[in-house]
């Protein structure tokens, strides 16, 4: 009886240690995620005397910045998604070869990491604004004779530009870690094998590298989405309100309009449009049990 009680009790603590270590996790999330959601919720929907109503959603599809910004959101996500996928699958193709050097490459390709969002507007924004160093260098060069104002209000494509190359910088190195893990789990017999085969560099990249790699794009994608649809520093330092994204329009009805209820239907309609392009990615992109453990 007494072999037969202990078994049982290491029986239990086996089963209770998963749960034991998530649990942080699980509070985590808890606090920090879905509390918020809800309160976020209760917000878009319930007047200022708790009473159901769709008001605010009237008064967010009113604001004059609100077309804007949902264009620019989509907008910025269409361009800096494909530019950072392909950056980082190259980049991280080169690192692969393990050529020497390429530890201290991936080191410094990684350090934009370190930097917060407005640390990195502010890095842009002192070579993009009108006495920064693009125009200096230029001007040094012979080939500007003026300062260019590229911030301003008369250059929005400027303005997108500048915005794009800061986020591209920033973000890329998550998006070719995330697929450098990728390409190291890919067993090497593939590759060998295909170069008995005679196949040349574009067809190992895309008959055997991208059909495995697909997992890693995946995450990769659904990551780099749900973080390019909550872009904030770098377009507040950069352009302010000139160039209005859907999470900023949050930021300012409740900082500078003070009404919680208007942001809350932002951040909400925000969360809904990530959320449809996260499933179309779990939809179109599906993985095959063999693509999953590639080794």
């Not at 994204?245 to 003070?258: D, G, K, N, Q």
Request: proline share 4%.
């Amino acid at each position: 009886m007494y072999f037969l009680r202990r078994c049982y009790q290491m029986d239990c603590r086996r089963t209770a240690l998963p749960y034991f270590l998530l649990a942080p996790t699980l509070i985590f999330l808890l606090f920090f995620f879905v509390v918020p959601l809800f309160q976020v919720i209760g917000l878009a929907f319930s007047s200022e005397h708790s009473i159901f109503t769709l008001r605010h959603f009237n008064r967010m599809f009113g604001d004059i910045y609100y077309q804007d910004a949902v264009i620019n959101t989509l907008k910025m996500a269409v361009i800096i998604i494909p530019i950072q996928l392909v950056v980082a699958f190259l980049s991280a193709l080169i690192i692969n070869k393990r050529f020497k050097g390429s530890t201290l490459f991936l080191y410094i390709y990684a350090i934009p990491l370190g930097i917060s969002e407005l640390g990195a507007g502010l890095i842009w924004l002192s070579i993009f604004t009108e006495k920064g160093y693009l125009n200096s260098i230029l001007y040094q060069l012979g080939i500007l004779k003026e300062a260019v104002i590229y911030l301003s209000y008369q250059s929005p494509q400027w303005i997108m530009t500048a915005i794009v190359i800061t986020e591209v910088w920033r973000a890329t190195p998550l998006v070719m870690i995330i697929l450098l893990s990728g390409l190291q789990m890919i067993a090497k017999d593939y590759l060998e094998a295909a170069d008995i085969f005679g196949a040349n560099w574009w067809q190992k990249v895309w008959l055997i590298i991208l059909p495995l790699l697909k997992p890693s794009i995946q995450s990769a994608l659904i990551i780099r989405t749900l973080l390019a649809f909550q872009v904030f520093g770098p377009i507040i330092v950069l352009a302010g309100r000139l160039f209005p994204v859907m999470a900023s329009e949050s930021f300012f009805w409740y900082t500078l309009i003070r009404n919680e209820h208007v942001a809350a239907t932002y951040a909400l309609l925000l969360m809904v449009i990530s959320m449809i392009i996260t499933w179309s990615y779990l939809v179109f992109l599906k993985t095959k049990d063999e693509q999953v453990g590639v080794l």
